[in-house]
């Protein structure tokens, strides 16, 4: 039997899956919407062109369109901003994704500052960001989303949610661990943002009723950094190696946080695969999903 503390972020994210893909048959009878996704991929970066190509399938899985754009690794700036300002005005492209990173000669900055912020589905135009700091209506990025909604889903049965909770998020990054933060002060937890200029990160988190770590640092934080009953969200993928005699060359994948040690501690922790991973092609889909209903003024049915 699995451990009822591992929160299966694999489960969470198939059941989500399966309600998007209801409510997008839902869409079409009722408003002949079909959402669609526009992903873009300059280049070809082994894991960039695995990530879109699992994007797609997802969508497409849920009954949504899929719009793949493959560009030279040569394509300059202004071409990109061309096709992006293309699907800006394409009513069947409800979210455009540019995979990143992106080649060295084109500024991903001016790229997001491109998008239409309606159509940011991975939230991370300067517009969404302001909304996500503000209160406003905005697209959310997907990682920190899909850590909202696992933290929701233990917690919410608790008096007062997740209300009042002492909260750490280790990294404060632009795509995951910022808007985090801003996730967790919007549920009124009380947050603090650690990173590499920290003074002593373990006592900073053994406080935390609420851990997130996102520092891309395999297996840093210890078991005993993690406070009694604390619930951990690991976002970490990190790769490292695992020979065998068999096979020297294995690899394998581990979190930010050494989940071994943690586990005994923990009330709850998602591992890593997965935990965080499957709820991040989930929370495209969401994201999408709301696009489009967004732009066209569909209430959408639960
Ligand atoms: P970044 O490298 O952009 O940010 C890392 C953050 O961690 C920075 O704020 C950095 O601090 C902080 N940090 C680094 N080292 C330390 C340290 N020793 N002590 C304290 N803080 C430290 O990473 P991302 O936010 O993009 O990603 C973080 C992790 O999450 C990675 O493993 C990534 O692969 C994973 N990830 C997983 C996703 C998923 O779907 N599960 C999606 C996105 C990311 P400073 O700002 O001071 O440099």
């Known amino acids: 039997m699995t451990n009822p503390k591992i929160i299966d972020g694999k489960a969470f994210a198939e059941n989500l899956r399966a309600r998007l893909a209801r409510q997008v048959a839902a869409l079409r009878a009722e408003h002949g919407l079909v959402p669609g996704l526009a992903a873009v991929l300059v280049g070809n970066d082994p894991a960039s062109e695995v990530y879109v190509r699992s994007k797609a399938r997802a969508m497409r899985a849920a009954g949504m369109n899929s719009f793949e754009y493959r560009l030279a690794a040569r394509t300059d700036e202004a071409a990109l901003l061309d096709l992006v300002q293309r699907l800006n005005g394409d009513p069947a492209v409800h979210g455009i994704l540019v995979q990143l990173p992106l080649p060295k000669q084109i500024r991903e900055a001016a790229v997001i500052d491109a998008l239409d912020p309606a159509k940011d589905v991975d939230g ?16 959310i990025p997907c990682t920190p989303l899909g850590c909202l909604m696992l933290l929701k889903d233990r917690l919410g049965d608790r008096d007062g949610g997740l209300a009042g909770m002492r909260a750490i998020v280790l990294g404060r990054s632009n795509i995951v661990g910022k808007p985090m933060a801003q996730l967790l002060i919007r549920e009124s937890c009380t947050v603090t943002v650690a990173h590499s200029k920290t003074r002593d990160l373990a006592a900073e ?5 609420i851990v997130v770590a996102a520092v891309g640092k395999p297996e840093m934080v210890k078991g005993d950094w993690i406070g009694e009953g604390a619930v951990v969200i690991d976002v970490g993928i990190n790769r490292i190696p695992a020979p065998t005699a068999e096979n020297p060359g294995r690899t394998r994948l581990v979190g930010d946080v050494a989940f071994a040690e943690a586990l005994p501690r923990a009330s709850a922790i998602t591992p890593v695969p997965g935990g965080i991973g499957p709820m991040t092609i989930a929370c495209l889909l969401a994201n999408t999903l709301t696009a489009a209903c967004r ?7 639960d």
């Open 205 to 209: 988190c053994r406080r935390a009723e």
């Open 295 to 301: 732009q066209r003024g569909v209430t959408l049915r």
């Open 124 to 139: 991370f135009h300067v517009v969404n960001a302001g909304r996500l700091s503000t209160g406003g209506q905005g697209m």
